[in-house]
C-alpha cells in the first residue's frame, strides 16, 4: 500500500530534550516536506527535500534541522525543543513537476507537546 | 513575502446550498495550484490541482475551481454542498523554488 508513515504519532517531551520525529515514504516521490499546523495559521512548511542530499528551509525553519541521507526517509530533528514547537506535524511527499511539485501525500501526523 | 490568502475562516451552511471559498496568492511567476480537504480526525487529501491548460479544474466529490490569472485567483466551487463536505479547506501554490506556500485554511460546517 502507498503511504506516508510518521513516528511516534503522539509524543510529550520537555524543552531542551532533543527528539527525533522519523518519516518514510514507499512510493519513489522525489519531493518530501514537513509541516507543522496551528489552530488560525493553516499549514507552514518547515523545510523541504527535493532529492538525496537536497534540503532547502521552508516558512519556519528556525529550532528545526532535516536530513535526505535515503530517498524513503526524511527525519525531523528539534535538538532543543521550546513549548512554541508545540504543534501538529505532517510529513508529505510527492514527485516533482515541471514548475513545482504534484500531488502531496501526507502522513497521519504527529502531535508534540513541549512541556 | 508570498502568500496565499483565503478569505473566509469559517463557513456554515445548509446542505443543498452553493458552495464558493476564496483563494487569493501573491506570487507573479508561474503557479501550480492546489485545493486541499482535511476531513474530521483525517489526513489532508488532494481535492484538485492545476498545472496549466483549461483554467477550470474539476475535482473529486463534485468540486471545481477557476484559474483567473489575472486575479490571482484559484476559487473553488460546489453548486450543492452535502453534510458530508463538513471538513477544513486549503489553498495551496507552488512558487518557483518549489515551496509550497499555504493558506490558513477555511473551516466549512454544512447544517443537516
Known amino acids: 500500500e502507498a503511504q506516508v508513515t510518521q513516528n511516534p504519532r503522539y509524543l510529550i517531551t520537555v524543552t531542551g530534550k532533543k527528539l527525533t520525529v522519523t518519516c518514510s515514504q514507499n512510493?519513489?516521490?522525489?519531493?518530501m516536506s514537513w509541516y507543522r499546523q496551528d489552530p488560525g495559521l493553516g499549514l507552514r512548511q518547515i523545510y523541504y527535500?527535493?532529492?538525496?542530499?537536497?534540503?532547502d528551509k521552508g516558512d519556519v525553519p528556525e529550532g528545526y534541522k532535516v536530513s535526505r541521507k535515503e530517498k524513503r526517509n526524511f527525519p525531523l530533528i528539534l535538538e532543543s525543543p521550546s513549548p512554541n514547537q508545540t504543534s501538529l506535524y505532517f510529513c508529505?511527499?510527492?514527485?516533482?513537476?515541471?514548475?513545482?511539485?504534484?500531488?502531496?501525500?501526507f502522513g497521519p501526523g504527529t502531535r508534540l507537546t513541549v512541556l | 513575502a508570498q502568500s496565499v490568502s483565503q478569505h473566509n475562516h469559517h463557513v456554515i451552511l445548509s446542505e443543498a446550498a452553493s458552495l464558493e471559498l476564496g483563494c487569493n496568492y501573491s506570487?507573479?511567476?508561474?503557479?501550480?495550484l492546489f485545493w486541499y480537504v482535511q476531513y474530521p480526525g483525517q489526513h489532508l487529501q488532494l481535492l484538485l490541482k492545476?498545472?496549466?491548460?483549461d483554467p477550470l479544474v474539476k475535482g473529486i466529490k463534485g468540486f471545481e475551481a477557476e484559474f483567473i490569472k489575472s486575479k490571482f485567483s484559484f476559487n473553488l466551487r460546489k453548486p450543492s454542498v452535502q453534510w458530508s463536505d463538513t471538513a477544513e479547506y486549503f489553498c495551496?501554490?507552488?512558487?518557483?523554488?518549489?515551496?509550497?506556500?499555504w493558506g490558513a485554511g477555511t473551516k466549512l460546517i454544512i447544517k443537516p
Open positions: 508529505a511527499s510527492s514527485f516533482i513537476q515541471p514548475g513545482g511539485t504534484d500531488t502531496q501525500y
Open positions: 512510493m519513489n516521490h522525489e519531493y
Open positions: 527535500s527535493m532529492n538525496v542530499e537536497v534540503t
Open positions: 506570487y507573479g511567476g508561474t503557479v501550480n
Open positions: 492545476y498545472f496549466s491548460g
Open positions: 495551496a501554490v507552488n512558487n518557483s523554488n518549489y515551496q509550497l506556500i
